[in-house]
């Protein structure tokens, strides 16, 4: 089996096709249908991501053996060009719980659905959604609606800080629920961020996974 220059050893067949350069770009990535199980893919077609931690609490729980106590962390990734990543993790170290974030999150990243926010900006703007999008997690839900160009985001701070990420740089949001809750509130924004790109499936994306298929 063959390796990168970072000893990268690709175990699924999407990383096999990335080494082999068979697909070259995060997109193809994703269109192929694939699941995404190696950060490792991701390092190579989007390198120099920013990660964003948004949250770190301490969590205990009594075991047998006593109190154990663990961090729990929420990081959202993102190239600030379209694509964006969420996920929480713990450990029992704060540095150890970033980290496993961080690499979950490159595991959960998506290609945002960008546009232009008003019929007054340029066509083929790419500054806000293409669409209105709503996402929820627990109590919280979030909308996220389309806004032109020039607004800014109109979005508490964990929320711009994911939309930020994503590349969306205009936009309009609404939050209802226990919106102190920052892993809610940021789950909820990806959601919805994760929402409008699965509303349509391209038809060259469709070709390209039956191609994969075959």
Sequence with gaps: MSRDNNGWEPRTRLGRMVQNGDVTSMDHALETGLPLKEPQIVDQLLPGLDDEVLDINMVQRMTDSGRRVKFRCVVAVGNRDGYLGYAE??????????????????????????????????????????????????SVTV????????????????????????????????????????????????????????????????EIRQEVRE
């Design 89 to 138: 993790a713990r450990d029992d170290q704060v540095g150890g719980a970033i980290q496993k974030a961080i690499e979950v999150a490159k595991l959960n990243i998506i290609k945002v659905d960008r546009g232009s926010g008003s019929w007054e900006d340029r066509a083929g703007g790419l500054n806000s959604l293409s669409r209105k999008a709503e996402g929820k997690a627990g």
């Design 143 to 206: 909308k996220v609606i389309p806004a032109p160009q020039g607004l800014g985001l109109a979005a508490a701070e964990t929320v711009r800080n994911i939309l930020e990420l994503a590349g969306v740089q205009d936009a309009w949001t609404k939050s209802d629920g226990n919106t102190r809750t920052t892993v809610n509130l940021a789950k909820a924004t990806y959601n919805a961020l994760k929402n409008a790109s699965q509303s349509r499936t391209p038809r060259r994306a469709r």
